[in-house]
Structures are given as C-alpha cells and as structure tokens.
C-alpha cells in the first residue's frame, strides 16, 4: 500500500544541512556574509579548525572515507562542510561575533581588559561563537543517522548504513564532548546554564520533528502558533541562547542580554521561513522542488482552507502517482493564501530583529547584523 510516509520522504528530498543557506540570494547572501566576515577579523569558515583538524577526528574522517560510494546522509553532511560556498554553516558563529563588536565593551566590566580584545570582541567571545558551531555541527551530524526501519534495498546495503549511523554517532558525540569541556573552561556559570538550556531545546525540537509524520497530514495537524514554537526550538534557541551568553560574557547588562536574545530568536524565525517558502517562490510551471508537509506555507495553508477541506486535498494520495500528488499539493498551497501569509510573517520577524538590534551603537558590526536581518526578506 502506498502511504504519505513514503511520500513525505519524496517531497522533503535531500536533507537540509543548515538553517543559514544561501537560499536567500546566492550572490546577495554571499555578500551579506562576506562583509560581515571582514568586521570580525577573520573568516567564520576556519572558526572550529582546531577541533575538525585534532587526530581524534581525523581518525573519524578516515572511516567515514569508507562511506565514499554508499547513499548514506553522513556523506553529504561532511560534503557540506568541505565545499562550503553556498551554505555558509558557520552563520551563528558569525552572528554572535558580530552581536559582541556591536555591544563594544561594557562598563561594569572591571575584570576585562580592553586590550585583550581583538577586533573588538574579547577571547571568551570567541571562544563562545565556537562552541556554538561545535554544538550546532555535532547535531546536524546526528541528524544524519538513517532509520533503519524504514531502509529499502534502493537505500543501498544494510551493512553501509548501519556503518555510517556508528560514525555520526561517533563525530557527533566528540564534536559535542569539545563544545561542553570548552563550555566548562569560559568559567562563567550563567552562560553555561543558557547554552545547556539551548541544547535541552535542541534535542525537544528535534523530537517533534521526528514524531511527525506524513501520516499527520490526515489529522488536524500543527498550527502556526505550535509550527512557531518547534521551529524555535529546533532552529532558534542555540542563537538566541549564543547572543545573550555573549553578552553575558562581557558584562553587559540585562536589557542589552534581552535584546541580543530577541534579535538571534527572530533572525532564527525568519531564515527558516525563508528557506520553507523557496520552493513555493521560486519554482516554475513544470519544475519540482522538493518542499516539506511541515514547512510553514503548508501549515498556513492547512490552517486557512480548514480541516476539512485539507483532508479533500491529501485524500488524493489514493488516487494519483506519487509525482503528480506533489505537484497537486504544490500547486494547492501556491494558490492559496499560506505563502503570502508566510512572507508577512517572515518580513514580520526580520523587522523584530533589526527593532532589537536598534539600541546598540551605530557601527559597522550592526549595520551587518541589519544587512543580514533584511536578507532573510529577499526571495
């Protein structure tokens, strides 16, 4: 019998390898990022090198050279990281570094030197930015690990996949051992309780993520409040949680914390409905990309046309091949109001996060963080 589930893997395609990709505009994103990168001293790209380049995980990266060939995800995710010119993973380090220059020393900062800063952000900063693309990598390598209940012969042989889970669980929980003992060693107990605050919501949002399924696109389903706050989890507490650590690091005081979180929280927010709107913006008659039951134009529009209505359109999973079906609901939810409504609440969030990012001085660091908070409108 044909079900959604199967389906849904269809439609989701390849998976994402960041919530920060260049979905935004290559050429403008590309720039966005790359004057960003020059305020802040030096590329993002190099940010965890010391880690990815210790004998520990070179000893993984020889193993996982064994995947070569196979169809297993590992193989895309540590692609991903080696040929990185259109996904930027790096971006929340690069953000919290550029929070840190915005916010400039604090006054109530006897115990920090200015001269320990280097362009404008102290060591510990970044060492934080770091910490933050270690936590962020160790789980998108999680994130790679097939579910063997679900492999197929096309999927390729059992033993490759059970091969390349034992190594994303092996690089991630290294990758994420190195984030915790440098998390230890900033000696600040605050900033450890938000980041481990930040990887509590990780793994919840993860798990929602899990547990749905196609399947739920008989039921009533999420609606954009929940959609909202999942996504949150999944996609926005790291950064946000990373913002205000920063400035917690340097001494700033509460309303400058709160207003580095709101801008991580609502950039988060907005990028990620960036990247769920592109294949309903940008693909042409004829032209298939691969979209989510759960991205936010779906759940807008399930929410807008009603239950019942909704279950008329899924419904024809029984009647039409699987190819055709996508492009029925693709076409079902550009027709109507769900992807308008996302790029209102997408722009929504970006204008959070550039009023948030307002109180900080005028420098060259925030008018970058603004030149980023308005790319994730450009479609």
Known sequence: MFSLSRLSMSIRGQRTLSLFSSQTGPSNWSKVVSDAEK?????????????????????????????????????????????????NLQMRGLIVLLLSKA????????????????????????????????????????????????????DGPMKDMEFGNKMAVLSGDFLLANACTGLAQLNDTKVVEMISGAIGDLVQGIYYENSYNAEDGLSDGTDVASWEEQTFLSHGSLLANSCQAAMQLAK??????????????????GHKLNSDLQPFVKSGLGELTPFSLSAAPVVFH????????????????????????????LAA????????????????????????????????????????ASAVTKF
């Open 103 to 154: 916010a400039g020393a604090s006054h109530a900062a006897y115990d920090l030197l200015p001269q320990d800063m280097v362009s404008g952000i102290y060591p510990s900063q970044r060492n934080l930015a770091e910490i933050t693309e270690l936590i962020h990598t160790a789980f998108l390598v999680h994130r790679g690990i097939v579910n063997l209940k679900e492999w197929t012969v096309s």
């Open 39 to 87: 305020i802040v001293g030096y590329p993002t790209s190099f940010m965890s090198l010391r880690c990815l380049l210790s004998d520990e995980l070179s000893n993984v990266a020889m193993l996982v050279r064994k995947l070569v060939g196979t169809q297993h995800p590992l193989l895309n995710t540590a692609r991903g990281f080696v040929y990185d010119s259109k996904n």
């Open 333 to 372: 939810v550009k027709s109507g109001k769900g992807v308008s409504s996302a790029v209102d609440l997408c722009c929504y969030h970006s204008n959070k996060a550039l009023e948030a990012i307002q109180a900080f001085p005028s420098s060259e660091a925030r008018s970058a963080l603004e030149n980023i």
């Open 302 to 329: 399930r929410q807008i046309v009603g239950t019942e209505r909704w279950h008329q359109q899924i419904q024809h999973v029984r009647l039409l091949w699987r190819l055709l079906l996508i492009f029925t609901l």
């Open 252 to 269: 700033h005081n509460k309303e400058a914390q709160r207003l580095a979180y709101l801008y991580g929280k609502h950039l988060s927010l």
